[in-house]
């Protein structure tokens, strides 16, 4: 069976959950139609950018990036949490609605998200076998159509500007659970399709993720944030 194309709508699927996360805090910041396509714009000359950088970068600059790759996830995990607690508590306390300031953690392209889109850009070119800028275009596209649909449905659920900081605070919670799995992800990429044993040694932290996850929610309850 060719897994080729099962691979491929894979990554492409990702996309579209990347661009969802852009659209939620579009969506629920209440901006403008002309403020959410430049957004999406702005995702379609990055994406089309990488995928003409395909084959320029070295693998070592390249692979010293993606050696950061978990620092940056944690740094924009605990800033989401962070944005999210203050904007649902602002609102809910004193009636501030500060989405306006807020939703750029959530929609503005984040070191992350570049380095996913990249990842997604050189493993669709590996496996189509088509020139970057091609592969750039296509998830340029993906990213700039799917945000222009989706912001604007987000929007019209007419929810209140606590929806956006539980939204920061979900999306917090699962790049944090995402980190356990990034290092896995990363290793089947150099070997495809081998299982792989994890010592039980390497299981010790995700039980320390685990009750970070519970304290977090713990102090989000005593704040009075509810998701």
Same mark, same amino acid.
């Not at 050696?67 to 989401?80: E, K, Q, R, T």
């Not at 380095?115 to 800028?133: D, K, M, R």
């Given at each position: 069976m060719d897994f080729t194309w099962i691979a491929a709508s894979g990554i492409l *699927? @990702? *996309?579209i959950v990347f661009a969802l996360k852009v659209s +939620? @805090?579009?969506g /629920? &910041?209440?901006l403008s139609r002309k403020e =959410?396509?430049?957004i999406a714009s702005l995702y379609l000359l990055l994406? /089309?950018?990488m995928g003409l950088a395909l084959g320029l970068i070295p693998e070592t600059a390249t692979a010293s990036a993606m050696d950061m790759g978990v620092a940056m996830h944690m740094a924009i995990a605990l800033l989401l949490v962070a944005g999210g607690v203050a904007t649902a508590r602002a609102w809910k306390r004193n009636g501030r609605d500060l989405s306006r300031k807020t939703f750029w953690i959530l929609s503005v392209p984040c070191p992350a998200c570049l380095a !996913? =889109?990249?990842l997604s850009c050189t493993a669709l070119a590996g496996l189509l076998e088509i020139p970057g800028w091609k592969v750039g275009a296509i998830v340029g596209l993906i990213f700039f159509a799917s945000? &222009? !649909?989706l912001s604007p449905a987000i929007g019209k659920m007419g929810k209140a500007p606590s929806a956006l900081g539980n939204a920061m605070i979900f999306v917090g919670l699962f790049y944090i659970l995402s980190i356990l799995l990034m290092p896995a992800y990363l290793n089947t990429q150099a070997t495809p399709f081998v299982p792989i044993s994890i010592p039980a040694s390497d299981? +010790?932290?995700s039980y320390f993720f685990i009750l970070g996850l519970v304290a977090i929610g713990f102090v989000g309850g005593r704040m009075g944030v509810r998701l």
């Amino acid at each position: 069976m060719d897994f080729t194309w099962i691979a491929a709508s894979g990554i492409l *699927i @990702g *996309i579209i959950v990347f661009a969802l996360k852009v659209s +939620l @805090g579009c969506g /629920l &910041a209440s901006l403008s139609r002309k403020e =959410t396509i430049s957004i999406a714009s702005l995702y379609l000359l990055l994406s /089309l950018f990488m995928g003409l950088a395909l084959g320029l970068i070295p693998e070592t600059a390249t692979a010293s990036a993606m050696d950061m790759g978990v620092a940056m996830h944690m740094a924009i995990a605990l800033l989401l949490v962070a944005g999210g607690v203050a904007t649902a508590r602002a609102w809910k306390r004193n009636g501030r609605d500060l989405s306006r300031k807020t939703f750029w953690i959530l929609s503005v392209p984040c070191p992350a998200c570049l380095a !996913a =889109t990249f990842l997604s850009c050189t493993a669709l070119a590996g496996l189509l076998e088509i020139p970057g800028w091609k592969v750039g275009a296509i998830v340029g596209l993906i990213f700039f159509a799917s945000i &222009a !649909a989706l912001s604007p449905a987000i929007g019209k659920m007419g929810k209140a500007p606590s929806a956006l900081g539980n939204a920061m605070i979900f999306v917090g919670l699962f790049y944090i659970l995402s980190i356990l799995l990034m290092p896995a992800y990363l290793n089947t990429q150099a070997t495809p399709f081998v299982p792989i044993s994890i010592p039980a040694s390497d299981l +010790l932290p995700s039980y320390f993720f685990i009750l970070g996850l519970v304290a977090i929610g713990f102090v989000g309850g005593r704040m009075g944030v509810r998701l």
